[in-house]
């Protein structure tokens, strides 16, 4: 897939394609039970700096840094999902896109031979 010379622009495979879409289906589904897993586990511990004065600068740092986090983490599952989509879609378009040459120039043969027993 993908593979570029003087001769070829892009030579894409729907086979390619479609062997790889369900591994990026499957990584997000992978990485977002991780993200659960970290969600979950760090909204569990609550608050373990305590309430002293002196961390107070540190927990609203941890705060923002973890929906930071969980937010990039949420998008790169998105991601995943999409590039998974939209390898199924295009492998579609592929076939449906080469079935449809196929039939214009089966037309045109069918019509050529036509012609020819006329």
Request: cysteine-free; charged content about 30%; overall charge negative.
């Amino acid at each position: 897939m993908g593979n570029t010379g003087p001769d070829k622009v892009l030579d894409i495979k729907t086979a390619d394609l479609k062997s790889s879409a369900p591994v990026f289906h499957e990584q997000a589904k992978e990485l977002s039970k991780a993200l659960t897993t970290l969600v979950e586990t760090l909204d569990g511990l609550g608050e373990p700096w305590g309430k002293d004065d002196g961390v107070k600068d540190f927990a609203a740092d941890y705060v923002a840094r973890q929906k930071l986090i969980e937010s990039a983490s949420g998008t790169l599952v998105l991601g995943l999902t999409s590039i998974h989509e939209a390898m199924v879609d295009m492998s579609d378009g592929h076939v449906d896109n080469d079935e449809l040459i196929a039939g214009m120039f089966t037309k045109k043969q069918d019509k050529k031979q036509d012609k020819g027993h006329k």
